[in-house]
């Protein structure tokens, strides 16, 4: 495939303005399915979490999952949307093998929730305030596994496999209204809107909001028009792309800056936009194209004749609303003031996208300041090396443990080092690890003197170059007992015993 030509971001920005969208898809967190009793669980082996509901077969009927509709309502709220006296499921027909209804439920011109906006806070502190046309209920689809390829994807895949498990999955997909005015901060308001909607379904309680796992996904649209002289009306719109089911923070930001630079080259050289789905290719950086961009008309919605309309009682829709938790925007005030952290320090904890992470690992034990060492350094680095999310790599109760391992004196940095990149690889918990690995520092003075003997017998003169007051002079013997214990000594703590060698206190 040849690669298509890209203009510079900036000489983009230039010639053209980025109008955005959003739809992001938030899987809740209940126990059953959308409209029948199976199980909603992840990772179950394929096609076990089903019911003839599930599957589509003749005769079998839907029935609404209550705490669904409760946490759509309370999204719709925590979005600051206003809820429908009276919404109604429709079916949106389509035919692919993950549907097997030929149909999926969800809703059309009734929704649960209209009219919200959401504030997203960007790197330089700025705030945009995202608008929120609508939130709806629906089943999310199956899942296709394309085998024999090399990427992954239905292109040169051999044969298809499909799992009913998450098929009847509840949904709530947040559309947003055209994003205008964000110019060169269009692809990082893209991560920040994602995090700000993770950060609310996290907060409410109602999603695992795990990005790996499709609990949380994004399609972005992105189209760009032509900058107008001032005092001219703006442009029409442009023809929009849909670039579907983005699923890490990183790739949202990324595939927004592709289109934008793939359009404008485009547009530039005096072609036209398809107005299609798109593909984000993670391994090369660059989206693809999918299939031409259905509009409502081609669903053939209609009201779903199984199901009747969603009439929440005003009791309820406040009963609901007293129960939201604090909103994101205030409790990231209120962290960083009980943190003690500096403006800096706390926004390279936002910037990064891991206030979740951290707040949680703070809550299972560990210092906000140790906390936030792990996160935004060696995890960082680890997820950037990875091309992948920090979340994705490890869970804040493992980095609090490890964090607790170094307090207590059973690790040293370099060693937790060691033991992080173990829990990353899957060989268990941080203690699990040390276990296997035998990484726990020796804390013995008997194990560290003999070391410290069998190093000062190969360097005779360096207790009287210490005594001479050439203190530096022990670090070669620190070295040699660091690497005779393979690094699992202190070694403020050797220090301390050649030191005590050198006085002749021991």
């Known amino acids: 495939m040849v690669r298509p030509e890209l203009m510079d971001f900036d000489k983009a920005l230039e010639l053209f303005e980025p109008v955005m969208g959003f739809e992001v898809h938030v899987e809740l ?141 509840p949904l709530v997909e947040i559309v947003t209204k055209p994003i205008y005015g964000a110019e060169h901060a269009s692809p990082e308001l893209a991560r920040a809107y994602v995090v700000a909607i993770r950060d609310i ?51 949202v930001e990324r595939a927004v800056r592709y289109e934008i630079q793939r359009q404008a080259a485009i547009l530039a050289a005096g072609g036209r ?53 604090e909103a994101p925007a205030m409790r990231r005030r209120r962290l960083k003031a009980e943190w003690g952290f500096t403006d800096l320090e706390f926004q390279d904890i936002a910037n990064a996208g891991l206030l979740a992470e951290v707040a949680e690992t703070v809550a299972a034990g560990a210092s906000p300041a140790a906390a936030r060492k792990w996160w935004t350094g060696e995890i960082a680095r ?33 060693l937790a080092r060691q033991v992080l990149e173990g829990v990353v690889a899957g060989e268990g918990t941080p203690q699990q690890v040390v276990d296997s690995r035998g990484l726990a520092v020796v804390s013995d003075d008997g194990a560290l003197i003999t070391a410290i003997d069998a190093a000062l017998a190969s360097q005779p003169d360096v ?4 005594r001479d007051g050439k203190v530096q002079a022990a670090g070669a013997v620190i070295g040699a007992v660091m690497k005779t214990l393979r690094g699992q000594a202190d070694a403020a703590r050797v220090r301390e015993l050649v030191l005590e060698r050198a006085s002749g206190d021991a």
């Open 29 to 169: 967190n209940t126990k059953t399915k959308m409209f029948s009793s199976a199980p909603n669980e992840f990772g179950s082996e394929p096609n076990t979490n089903v019911t003839p509901t599930c599957l589509g077969l003749p005769g079998s009927l839907p029935v609404v999952n209550e705490q669904a509709i409760r946490y759509s309502i309370s999204l719709g709220l925590a979005l600051g949307c206003s809820i429908a006296e009276s919404s109604r499921f429709a079916r949106k027909n389509y035919f692919y093998p993950d549907t097997p209804k030929n149909y999926q439920i969800s809703q059309y011109d009734e929704p649960i929730a209209f009219e919200g906006s959401v504030e997203v806070e960007l790197s330089d502190g700025s705030i945009t305030t995202v608008p929120i046309e609508r939130a709806h209920m629906e089943e999310d689809a199956g899942k296709l596994t394309h085998v024999g390829g090399s990427t992954g994807r239905i292109q040169g895949a051999e044969y298809s496999l499909v799992d009913y498990n998450r098929a009847g999955v």
């Open 201 to 251: 379904v996290v907060s409410l309680g109602i999603s695992d909001a795990r990005m790996e796992r499709g609990n949380l996904r994004c399609d972005a649209n992105v189209s760009l028009r032509p900058r107008r002289t001032p005092g001219e009306d703006p442009a029409p719109l442009g023809t929009r792309t849909e670039t579907k089911n983005v699923n890490s923070l990183r790739s």
């Open 273 to 325: 936009i398809t107005q299609e789905t798109r593909h984000w290719h993670e391994d090369t950086g660059r989206t693809s194209a999918g299939r031409p961009k259905s509009d409502a008309d081609d669903y053939r919605y209609f009201p779903e004749p199984d199901l009747l309309p969603v009439v929440p009682s005003p009791e309820l829709i406040e009963e609901l609303r007293a129960a939201l938790p």
């Open 382 to 414: 680890l997820a950037n090396a990875a091309e992948t999310d920090a979340a994705s790599l490890v869970s804040p109760p493992d980095v609090a443990a490890l964090a607790a391992l170094v307090e207590k004196g059973v690790l040293t940095d370099r």
């Open 463 to 466: 207790l009287e170059k210490i």
